[in-house]
């Protein structure tokens, strides 16, 4: 009887990372990623949408690669440690990736109407699109000198509250 046990325990190790690459790379992020698409939470839709670029980039390279990664008896752990750092609610590596690389050197939808003064173009560039949208609708909606009475407002009680 040790010798099935101990051969069960064996197949088990050197199967481990297919077993639990399943559920790490796989599994968890399906149910994150619909969990995200009914939160309200923009930063779970960043995180697992670039979780999903990324591992589609790895299954990839692996397709690409397959005759040398054979060779590299490590390669499914570097695989599965990397996922895990993707995955993990304590890393949240693909927003990490995504804050720190894709969102500084690709950008997409940075377009602002030129309509509206130099010093309020710089700002508006510099926000998140949801802000950037939010502040166009309002000056769309009450005119660009309500928005320059807004920010004036709030830079008086700032330097009030300094």
Not at 35 to 42: K, L, M
Not at 119 to 125: A, E, F, I, S
């Amino acid at each position: 009887m040790k010798i099935g046990i101990m051969g069960l325990l064996a197949t088990i190790a050197r199967h481990f990372d297919v077993l639990i690459g399943l559920g790490v790379m796989l599994l968890y992020p399906l149910y994150a990623s619909v969990r995200a698409t009914e939160s309200p939470s923009t930063l779970e839709d960043q995180q697992w949408l670039t979780y999903w670029v990324l591992y589609s980039f790895i299954t990839l390279f692996e397709l690409s690669c397959w005759k040398v990664l054979q060779w590299l008896p490590f390669w499914a752990y570097v695989k599965l440690l990397f996922c895990l750092w993707l995955v993990l609610p304590i890393f949240h590596g693909a927003a990490y990736i995504y804050e720190n690389t894709v969102h500084k050197y690709v950008k997409i939808g940075v377009s602002v109407s030129t309509n509206y003064p130099e010093g309020h173009l710089k700002v508006l560039q510099m926000m998140s699109l949801d802000a950037r949208k939010s502040v166009e609708r309002y000056m769309d909606r009450y005119g660009v000198d309500a928005f320059e009475r807004v920010v004036v407002a709030a830079e008086r009680e700032a330097r009030r509250q300094s």
